[in-house]
């Protein structure tokens, strides 16, 4: 890797913050219909993207900026599923929601550090396993490499498969 990343805690209340995601979640979206049979159309992405930073605020509900010399390189987005929560849940897991690392900045190591802190931050939040859904293109690569595993079921919100991780954190 090359420098080291920051991390910015992105709350409702900070308006240059939820910009600068905005802008982020554009080019993430853009990407991810690239690769998929059910484009998510322009009249519901602001919306989506809208309903992320309304639902901030609980504690082991996670979005990050991720920077690297103050230049916004991606970001994190994870919660810890828990009983009273709408849609597909795994209670007690933590749920790798959205991750983005914008393309020239792959290959460096910052997507494998980005998603290490999102496990610690799991791991404080007393999590023991996490899960996801990946992009077949460029997330099944990614998250298989960093110990993911398929587990042949298909998430019934978005149709993609499913990968569980046990959190395992290591001593830096």
């Known amino acids: 890797m090359e420098k080291k990343i920051s991390y910015i805690r992105v709350t409702a209340d900070n308006a240059e913050n939820c910009r600068v995601f ?12 690239e690769h998929s049979e059910r484009p998510l159309p322009k009249e519901f992405q602001l919306k989506w993207i809208r309903s992320i930073i309304a639902m901030l605020g609980a504690d082991d509900r996670h979005l990050e900026l991720c920077c690297v010399e103050n230049e916004p390189i991606g970001f994190l987005y994870g919660k810890v599923d828990h009983e009273d929560h709408r849609g597909y849940i795994k209670p007690g897991y933590g749920y790798i929601m959205e991750f983005y690392v914008r393309p020239e900045h792959r290959r460096y190591g910052y997507g494998t550090e ?16 996490m899960y996801l859904t990946a992009d077949p293109v460029t997330g099944r690569p990614f998250w298989e490499a960093v110990g993911f595993v398929s587990t042949n079921e298909k998430s019934p919100e978005n149709k993609l498969f499913i990968y569980e991780k046990p959190i395992s954190l290591t001593e830096d």
Request: overall charge negative; cysteine-free; proline content about 0%.
């Open 22 to 33: 905005e802008t982020l979640m554009y080019d993430y979206i853009d990407e991810m219909n």
């Open 114 to 129: 980005m998603f290490r802190r999102l496990e610690k931050l799991f791991y404080e939040d007393g999590a023991k396993m």
